[in-house]
């Protein structure tokens, strides 16, 4: 074989490993040009074999046709490669499914090609299986359906062969025809049966699972149809070849009352359009879409944007747009079949009806949570905007941020252009709904709102505006102007009479303290407060007092934990008894986490649970947030994962989607903890999309971290490690090895599982360095010494060795006789008499052999001792040392776990066979 024919041949078998898509079409293509410019006809042929079926899989199946061509005749002369004789007989499925998606096709020739393929498939001696099977999909692609269901039951009275499709693909093609006609019983009859088995086709299980979820809905099988939307659509949501997929997925959700998640799916795939693999698919997401996004616009939201490539666009409008390219596309392909049966079901899909009003995808997480709050009539208002605005400033003091801005709405509707003192109001109103998110915005507008109130000669309000704004100046990092007014306006409170003004003036000098970072003055103003409260009388104020003292309390030292905690619990007490159970719910956290900070773990779980009467539902979140992580810290993983639920619902219906994702990676870690990667992997998704919109790549790191392991856990490995890049170089950035090391020991294992030899042993010096910097040289011997190996495999001897002699010398710093210790010294000689042996140096294999066998026999880890001796027994024999190998391989006998029924059945044939040959001298 010429040098460059066998170069090229390398890299063409080197480019079926590469994941399907534009990848491996350009590395194919690259060969491919090579190869007829300097390569053998026996290549020229097989590159175009091998690129045939890249382009059917990998997108762009339009390019397809070129090459089959090509490949035929010269088959057909008699030049072709017989080792691809399948391969191109493979090859007339492709290419009768892609001419029925390409309108420009005339409909004769793939008729032609029909009967070609048969005849063919005859000579050849092949069931016509598939012959049936793709008659049937060209018949019911133009509407013949007497002809559609004819080659069905020759289809299916046919037996299976070589040239059928495989166990998954073949049921998910007959589920399209029965469901087409509305047999959904017969299809899932015929598909069901094959999800529970092993499936070797890249297609599988998402596509069988996809072409089931309108049955399983029609028959009432809702929980199925669930969970093979979620488990489908994760493995080709980044998948750009599988876009008409995705529009099944999208009709699902439109269907089944989940066009709000249709629209995150629409809004994610949308760029995709631009690139779809065919016109069929085209179409098929265009009218998808547009039903979505008519259900959206039936639901009230026709006005709001739709993010797309280049911009926004209204739902309406996009409705509209993708609505006529459907037809459009439609038009084109009746055209060409001389019937209406495309336009007719296009028709079909963009006027359909949903099938139920809801369908929950994700258990309790689509549903508000339940809280103990009855359900309230609609509130009634007063008449006049001074009457409203008091009603959301008292609403405002008890906590209660939803009915204060439900009431400041109404007023803007009554007085939508106040002045004087009502325009400060609501100035200081507006204030106090967006200080928690922009506190120098809200300064500014207490500021004028003061301003406003001195105009209008109300000294306490412009006072008690004026403290606001300095506390917010405190806040924002200027002590010294904030608490220079904080006295200013607690010394004229003092005199004007409003004692609650006065104390509120005093909570806020005290937290102005605090924030200047004088806890002791801070101490010092709360007496005061608490003096001036006694002549007020407010539960309120005393409730709050009690808190704001249980924080400065119980920042003073743990010692002082208990005293905070009684405080805080006294505050909820009063608060409850005021009925102001939002307040409630802020104290009762506060103690709950005090308690669990003083190690009172169960008494602080059932305090908590008091604190889920808040009427907020963020506030709600927090208790349920409190509740989970104590959840877990009491080793309770199942009552975690609904306390998340119940904070994604209670966020979600808030309209705080990022606190709601931030609770989804929690409710992941939770489900991580209980090992359930599916419902891992819902959570850390619907996360991941919104903290990559707010850039929070703390948190990004952590989903992607979580998500990594579900889709390992799910098989989905090629995605997991992609995954995981991300996330090292994010704790690279921040510089924390230990979490970048862990990042890269886990993509180092997972390729390794792929048999990507050479990218795990980067992967796990790569861990090795960043646990080295950690200081952490027990996990990085373990990195080093599996790295030894995966050289090895990688047919790298040279970094092997390399990689050994830095895992034996960390290996010797290690401290302590600790088994774990002991363990990874004995690993480190193991790996290394491996490696050893595969390098012809048998001696030094054999004494780390045995050094290894002993030391984990003297911790207990007798599996691992057994494959010691194994390799033992091996090199003795090599060596001809038979009495020694003997022994060694009786050894291994004994230490071998029972259900290793391989190695066991292997050494005792070797011991056969070593008994048979007698003692030899050492």
């Keep these: 074989m010429a040098a460059t024919d066998e170069a090229l041949w390398e890299k063409l078998w080197a480019s079926q490993r590469l994941p399907r898509g534009k990848g491996q079409i350009t590395a194919l293509e690259s060969v491919l040009r090579t190869a007829d410019a300097e390569g053998s006809p026996e290549l020229r042929y097989a590159a175009r074999i091998f690129v045939i079926s890249a382009y059917q899989q990998g997108g762009e199946p339009a390019k397809a046709f070129v090459p089959f061509s090509w490949c035929l005749a010269v088959y057909d002369r008699g030049e072709a490669d017989p080792r691809w004789d399948d391969h191109l007989y493979w090859a007339f499925k492709f290419l009768v499914s892609s001419m029925t998606r390409f309108p420009e096709m005339p409909l004769d020739r793939t008729y032609a090609v029909l009967d070609d393929m048969e005849r063919r498939y005859r000579v050849a001696g092949h069931t016509m299986n598939p012959v049936h099977q793709h008659r049937e999909l060209v018949a019911r692609h133009v509407g013949e359906h007497e002809t559609a269901a004819e080659q069905y039951r020759l289809w299916t009275a046919s037996p299976r062969g070589e040239m059928s499709d495989c166990v998954g693909c073949e049921p998910s093609a007959k589920v399209w025809h029965l469901s087409r006609y509305g047999r959904f019983e017969e299809a899932i009859a015929i598909a069901e049966p094959v999800l529970g088995g092993v499936f070797t086709c890249v297609e599988q299980p998402h596509t069988v699972l996809t072409s089931l979820l309108l049955p399983y809905v029609h028959t009432g ?160 208002y007063p008449d006049t905007p001074a009457a409203l605005a008091d009603l959301a400033e008292e609403r405002y003091l008890l906590d209660d941020d939803i009915a204060a801005a439900a009431a400041w709405a109404r007023f803007d509707e009554v007085c939508p252009e106040p002045t004087g003192e009502l325009l400060a109001r609501r100035i200081a109103g507006a204030a106090a709904a967006i200080v928690g998110e922009d506190v120098e915005a809200a300064e500014r507008d207490w500021t004028r709102a003061a301003e406003l109130f001195a105009e209008a000669g109300d000294e306490i309000a412009r006072h008690a505006a004026s403290s606001k704004a300095a506390l917010a100046r405190c806040r924002s990092g200027d002590s010294d102007s904030g608490l220079s007014t904080l006295d200013t306006a607690v010394s004229a409170l003092a005199t004007l009479g409003d004692q609650d003004q006065y104390v509120r003036a005093l909570l806020r000098l005290s937290l102005g303290q605090l924030a200047s970072g004088d806890a002791d003055a ?191 856990a799910l098989g989905q490995r090629e995605q997991a490690c992609a995954l995981l890049e991300p996330v090292i170089e994010h704790f690279d950035a921040a510089e924390h090895p230990p979490a970048a090391g862990q990042a890269a020991e886990t993509a180092a294992d997972i ?131 038979t009495a020694e190998a003997r022994e060694a391989v009786e050894a291994a006998l004994a230490g071998l776990p029972p259900d290793a029924d391989r190695q066991r059945e292997g050494l005792e044939a070797l011991l056969a066979e070593l008994t048979g040959q007698g003692s030899s001298p050492a």
């Design 221 to 380: 099988r809702m929980a199925e149809a669930a969970r093979a939307h979620r488990q489908a659509y994760r493995a080709i949501r980044h998948d750009r070849t599988q876009l008409g997929d995705v529009s099944d997925h999208l009709e699902f959700c439109a269907l089944t009352g989940n066009h709000a998640r249709g629209l995150e799916l629409l809004e994610r795939h949308l760029g995709w359009l631009a690139e779809a693999p065919s016109p069929y698919t085209e179409m098929e997401f265009s009218a998808t879409a547009a039903l979505t996004l008519r259900r959206v616009a039936e639901s009230g939201h026709g006005d709001a944007k739709v993010k797309r490539p280049g911009g926004e666009i209204s739902v309406k409008a996009l409705h509209a747009e993708l609505s006529e390219r459907a037809l459009a596309i439609a038009t084109r392909f009746d055209a060409r079949n001389g019937t209406s049966e495309q336009g007719d079901r296009i028709r079909s899909v963009l006027a359909a009806e949903p099938l139920v009003e809801h369908l929950p995808l994700s258990g309790p997480v689509s549903r508000p949570a339940a809280t103990s709050e009855p359900v309230l009539a609609e509130p009634s």
């Design 751 to 881: 390729l390794d599982e792929l048999d990507h030899d050479a990218e795990a042993a980067e992967h796990y010096v790569r861990a090795a360095e960043y646990f080295r910097t950690a200081e952490l040289p027990l996990d990085s011997v373990r990195n080093l010494r599996c790295a030894t190996l995966s050289w090895l495999w990688a047919g790298e001897p040279d970094k092997a060795l390399e990689a050994l002699a830095a895992a034996e010398k960390c290996a010797d710093t290690l401290d302590g006789d600790e088994p774990i210790v002991r363990w990874e010294r004995a690993m480190v000689g193991y790996n290394g008499a491996r490696l050893l042996a595969n390098c012809d140096r048998p001696d030094d294999a054999l004494e780390r052999a045995a050094t290894a066998a002993e030391l984990l026999r003297g911790v207990g880890a007798t599996t691992e001792a057994a494959f010691a001796d194994a390799l033992r027994g091996r090199l003795l024999t090599d060596l001809g040392r």
């Design 522 to 712: 801070a101490l010092d103003v709360l007496g005061r407060a608490e003096d001036a409260v006694a002549a007020s009388g407010s539960a309120e104020l005393t409730g709050r007092i009690l808190l704001q003292r249980a924080d400065l309390v119980a920042r003073s030292g743990p010692e002082n934990l208990g005293a905070a905690r009684e405080l805080a619990e006294h505050g909820a007490a009063v608060f409850t008894e005021a009925r102001s159970p939002n307040h409630a719910a802020r104290a009762t956290i506060a103690a709950a986490r005090m308690s669990a900070a003083l190690g009172e773990l169960g008494y602080a779980y059932t305090a908590a649970a008091n604190a889920e009467a808040a009427t907020d539902p963020e506030l709600r979140a927090q208790a349920r947030f409190t509740l989970g992580r104590l959840a877990l810290d009491l080793d309770r993983p199942a009552d975690a994962v609904q306390h998340y639920r119940d904070a994604v619902a209670d966020l979600t219906a808030a309209g705080d989607s990022t606190g709601a994702a931030h609770a989804r990676v929690e409710l992941a870690a939770a489900s991580d903890r209980l090992d359930r990667p599916e419902e891992v992997a819902d959570a850390a998704e619907d996360a991941i999309d919104v903290l990559e919109r707010v850039g929070d790549e703390s948190e990004l790191a952590r989903a992607r971290y979580l998500l990594a392991g579900a889709y390992r």
